[in-house]
Nanobody
Framework: EVQLVESGGGLVQAGGSLRLSCTAS????????INWFRQAPGKEREGLSC?????????YYADSVKGRFTISSDNAKNTVYLQMNSLKPEDTAVYYC???????WGQGTQVTVSS
């Protein structure tokens, strides 16, 4: 069974940092691209970042997070990370990881940034 489990969310002050983790199971981790999305209350789900499969671990960032967020992976731990720096109140949302192939979502982790 394919599973994605996020962790690392929490409450942080503006300007602070958090590192989110997405731990995968049930599939060969480095064969698939993994994405991070977020959804704020009353807003549509927003794609933030992607790391491609091990053939080409290239990365992509949305303009809203470019320069502040960094995606990385640890194949030995079957985990993708999202390092979030210089957080802003508008970054407050539930953050999800996602595998496009098969459309698998994690349960999400709440990030709240106070001003």
């Amino acid at each position: 069974e394919v599973q994605l489990v996020e962790s690392g969310g929490g409450l942080v002050q503006a300007g602070g940092s958090l590192r989110l983790s997405c731990t995968a199971s049930g599939f060969t981790f480095d064969d698939y691209a993994i994405n991070w999305f977020r959804q704020a209350p009353g807003k549509e789900r927003e794609g933030l970042s992607c790391i491609n499969s091990s053939d080409d671990r290239s990365t992509y960032y949305a303009d809203s997070v470019k320069g502040r967020f960094t995606i990385s992976s640890d194949n030995a731990k079957n985990t993708v990370y999202l390092q979030m720096n210089s957080l802003k109140p508008e970054d407050t949302a539930v953050y999800y990881c996602y595998r496009h192939s098969g459309e698998y979502w994690g349960q999400g982790t709440q990030v709240t940034v106070s001003s």
